[in-house]
């Protein structure tokens, strides 16, 4: 029984571990609808543009500088 618990737990561990390995853009969808943060920087979406950790600033792609 104890070795039984024990794998249990090895195996509970090892899935979170392998879960929040899992890149956030590959939980986003591939549609493309850009949009552009408050870095200059067009994404493809806002799914993209959250995973990076960038800010919101209009729909649409990144004018000129």
Known sequence: ???LFALML???VGFLVAES???CTW???RTY???CS????TYCNL???VCAGAVF???GVCGCL
């Open 1 to 3: 029984m104890k070795y």
């Open 10 to 12: 090895i195996m509970s």
């Open 21 to 23: 390995a899992i890149p």
């Open 27 to 29: 939980l986003c969808p």
């Open 33 to 35: 609808a850009p949009v």
């Open 38 to 41: 408050t870095s200059h920087r």
């Open 47 to 49: 799914c993209r543009l």
């Open 57 to 59: 600033a209009h729909k």
